[in-house]
C-alpha cells in the first residue's frame, strides 16, 4: 500500500526567505511522485514530479524537489518565496491500485510581507 | 489545450433538488476523476472512469451518480443531497497509466441547504 505523510500544516515564511515543504512516502510498488499546488478558490495544478531518472527535478517557477530513495522523502524547496507562493501544497504518490493518486494532508505555506 | 473544463461554478441546491455538474477535457486522456473537497483538507476520491467505464467508487452514496458519455465528458447527478456534502467538487482526467499527472478543473463549490 501507498501512503504519504506531510510534515507540517502550515509554513509561515517572510518573503524573499528560503521555505522547505516535507514530504515522506511509503510504496511496495515503485515510485511516481508529484507536487501539486493549489491557489485559494481553484483546482489543483502540478508543480512538479519525479518518475526516473535525476532525483532532483525543478519547476518553472523556482520551485525543486529532491527524491531521495533512502529516507523515503520528497521534500519541495524554493530559495526565496514571494507573497504570490501563498498556497496549499499537496505531495502524492501513485497508488499501485491502477491510476489512483495518494495525496498528502497538505501543506499551507504563507508568505508574509 | 490542457484544460479540465467544470460547469457551473457554483451551485446552491435544496436537499430535494436534482443537479448535476460537468466535466469537459479534450486532451485525448482516457481516465476522468471525480474528487471531493471540504475546507482545508486533500481531495478525497469518489470515482474513477476508465476508457469510459466506471473502474473505482470508493463506497459514495447512491446519492451521487457519475456518467461518462463519452471520452471528452464527465457528469455528477446529484439528488437528495445533505447539508454535509457540501465541498468543492473536483474534476480530472490524465491517462490510464501511473506514471502520469493529473490535471485538474476548477472545480464546482457546492452549498446544500
Known amino acids: 500500500a501507498q501512503s504519504v505523510t506531510q510534515l507540517d500544516s502550515q509554513v509561515p515564511v517572510f518573503e524573499e526567505a528560503p521555505v522547505e515543504l516535507r514530504c515522506n512516502y511509503s510504496?511496495?510498488?515503485?515510485?511516481?511522485l508529484f507536487w501539486y499546488v493549489q491557489y485559494p478558490n481553484q483546482g489543483l495544478q502540478l508543480l512538479l514530479k519525479y518518475l526516473s531518472g535525476s532525483t532532483l527535478v525543478k519547476s518553472i517557477n523556482g520551485f525543486e524537489a529532491e527524491f531521495n530513495k533512502s529516507q523515503t522523502s520528497f521534500h519541495l524547496r524554493k530559495p526565496s518565496v514571494h507573497i504570490s507562493d501563498t498556497a496549499e501544497y499537496f505531495c502524492?504518490?501513485?497508488?499501485?491500485?491502477?491510476?489512483?493518486?495518494?495525496f498528502g494532508a497538505g501543506t499551507r505555506l504563507f508568505v508574509k510581507a | 489545450d490542457t484544460e479540465v473544463t467544470q460547469t457551473p461554478k457554483h451551485l446552491v441546491m435544496g436537499m430535494t433538488n436534482k443537479k448535476s455538474l460537468k466535466c469537459e477535457q479534450h486532451?485525448?486522456?482516457?481516465?476522468m476523476y471525480w474528487y471531493k473537497q471540504k475546507a482545508k483538507k486533500p481531495p478525497e476520491l469518489m470515482f474513477v472512469?476508465?476508457?469510459?467505464?466506471?473502474?473505482i467508487n470508493e463506497s459514495v452514496p447512491s446519492r451521487f451518480s457519475p456518467e461518462c458519455p463519452n471520452s471528452s465528458l464527465l457528469n455528477l447527478h446529484l439528488h437528495a443531497l445533505q447539508p454535509e456534502d457540501s465541498a468543492l467538487y473536483l474534476c480530472?482526467?490524465?491517462?490510464?497509466?501511473?506514471?502520469?499527472?493529473?490535471?485538474f478543473g476548477q472545480g464546482t463549490r457546492l452549498t446544500v441547504v
Open positions: 472512469y476508465s476508457y469510459e467505464k466506471l473502474s
Open positions: 510504496s511496495s510498488v515503485s515510485v511516481y
Open positions: 480530472a482526467s490524465s491517462q490510464p497509466t501511473r506514471d502520469t499527472e493529473a490535471f
Open positions: 502524492a504518490v501513485s497508488g499501485s491500485g491502477g491510476f489512483k493518486t495518494i
Open positions: 486532451m485525448g486522456h482516457r481516465a
